[in-house]
């Protein structure tokens, strides 16, 4: 199973908004609404930030967004914060398994 | 709330074994799948294999097929994965996660190291 593909870096200035993609196929972000948004900070353990697409966990900040469209899978951080600076990967399920994007480094200009 | 401690990494030599435990509290542990999920220093995260909640259902990624083993014992509120034949490209992180089956991950342990080096 492939990885999902996403940009290694993306980056943007205090109150901007970015975009990260998250590119698979119909087997997987195609095929079924599970895929979720992870932010994770070095040295740090992954947090849960979109799932099932489009959902907010609870204490998440609105900021955080998810979309798809086709399979394409998309992550949308409004009102860019410095604490916003960390990597984020995607995941889809697929077929009793699942499948992680390789990740993309967000920088706070 | 929700704690996740994942045991049991080190340095191990190419061929051997490792076993590690993941204690967890602050939920009904019996009522929910659990996976494990590797990170390779300074790379993307990997799924590597889930269990459900009573143990019927499990699953590896074709990467661990065959030599990797995950378990897990409600009563002691743990989580296990035996790691066998281990190979350079195993070495990583390893990070326990609660999952809503393999939908989403909503909690992560602080993950355990585990080096594969002659």
């Known amino acids: 199973q492939s990885a999902l593909t996403q940009p290694a870096s993306v980056s943007g200035s205090p109150g901007q908004s970015i975009t990260i993609s998250c590119t698979g196929a119909?087997?997987?972000?195609?095929?079924?609404?599970?895929v979720s948004w992870y932010q994770q900070y070095p040295g740090k353990a992954p947090k849960l930030i979109i799932y099932d697409v489009t959902n907010r966990p609870s204490g998440v900040s609105n900021r955080f967004s998810g979309s798809k469209s086709g399979n394409t899978a998309s992550l949308t951080i409004s009102g860019l914060q410095a604490e916003d600076e960390a990597s984020y990967y995607c995941c889809s399920y697929t077929t009793d398994r699942v499948v992680f994007g390789g990740g993309t480094k967000l920088t706070i200009l | 709330q929700v704690q996740l401690v994942e045991s049991g990494g080190g340095l191990v030599k190419p061929g051997g074994s490792l076993r590690l435990s993941c204690a967890a509290s602050?939920?009904?542990?019996?009522?929910?799948?659990m996976s494990w999920i590797r990170q390779a220093p300074g790379k993307g995260l990997e799924w590597v294999s889930y269990i459900s909640s009573k143990s019927s259902r499990t699953n590896h990624a074709d990467s661990v097929k065959g030599r990797f083993t995950i378990s897990r014992d409600n009563a002691k509120n743990s989580l296990y994965l035996q790691m066998n034949s281990l190979n350079p490209h195993d070495t990583a992180v390893y990070y326990c996660?609660?999952?809503?089956?393999?939908?989403?991950?909503?909690?992560w342990g602080q993950g355990t190291l585990v080096t594969v080096s002659s």
């Open positions: 602050g939920f009904t542990f019996s009522d929910s799948y």
């Open positions: 996660a609660r999952g809503d089956y393999l939908y989403s991950f909503d909690s």
């Open positions: 119909a087997s997987d972000v195609g095929g079924y609404n599970y």
